[in-house]
């Protein structure tokens, strides 16, 4: 089936302590992106990678990290954690060409104390 | 820029009554446009998309959406709603491979 999984799907942690949640996708697409989802904001890109040791900024990147080192792998790193990144975060991906939908992930929600 | 904007952060209808969800966008190239929906506790999936084929897009669900360059607007309908179709709803413009903006959502409520 093809998918777009993220672990963990729940998160409640404390400031400062590191974590990494985790993205994976089978269906061999050069794009993922990572959002959070705030009430009232819609979704908003943190961060995305167009391939392989590709990554670029979304619109907000600050306090976040990601890699590529696979196609099909995309971690989002929170080195520091901070209440203010408590949110619901989703990871998508999609072909590379500008009309391609993208897939979701089903979210991980994320409190930090 | 690129921007999103969904009148009505809440929508309700009743059961068999028609569903008007609206999205204005902005773009200074011509843009491709995306309604996704989000049920409770899942991620978003894509409903239809406009990528300059037609103007009056079909997509899952019975719903359609209708570009209109002159009103910068892709509002979406559905002629009954179902009580399935109590879910949140995003807007979205794409103008380049890179970039995707979303509105902030409309939650839409089905009354019995």
């Known amino acids: 089936e093809a998918q777009v999984t993220q672990n963990p799907r729940y998160l409640i942690t404390v400031t400062g302590k590191k974590l990494t949640v985790t993205c994976s996708q089978n269906?061999?697409?050069?794009?993922m992106s990572w959002y959070r989802q705030d009430p009232g904001l819609g979704l908003r890109q943190i961060y995305y990678?167009?391939?392989?040791?590709?990554?670029d900024k979304g619109d907000v990147p600050e306090g976040y990290k990601v890699s590529r080192k696979e196609k099909r792998n995309f971690p989002l790193i929170l080195e520091s954690p901070s209440p203010n990144q408590t949110s619901l975060y989703f990871c998508?991906?999609?072909?590379?060409?500008?009309?391609?939908?993208?897939?979701f992930g089903p979210g991980t929600r994320l409190t930090v104390l | 820029a690129q921007s999103v904007t969904q009148l009505g952060s809440h929508v309700s209808v009743s059961e068999g009554a028609l569903v008007l969800l609206r999205c204005n966008y902005s773009s200074s190239v011509p843009p491709y446009l995306f309604w996704y929906v989000q049920y409770p506790n899942q991620g978003l999936q894509l409903l239809l998309k406009y990528t300059s084929a037609a103007t009056l897009v079909k997509g899952i669900n019975g719903f359609e959406a209708e570009f209109k360059k002159s009103e910068t607007s892709f509002h979406l309908t559905k002629p009954s709603a179902h009580m399935s179709d109590a879910a949140e709803y995003f807007c979205a413009v794409k103008t380049s491979y890179d970039k995707v903006i979303f509105g902030p959502g409309t939650s839409l409520s089905v009354i019995p």
């Open positions: 269906m061999n697409h050069e794009y």
């Open positions: 998508a991906s999609s072909l590379r060409d500008s009309y391609n939908e993208q897939f």
């Open positions: 990678s167009m391939n392989v040791e590709v990554t």
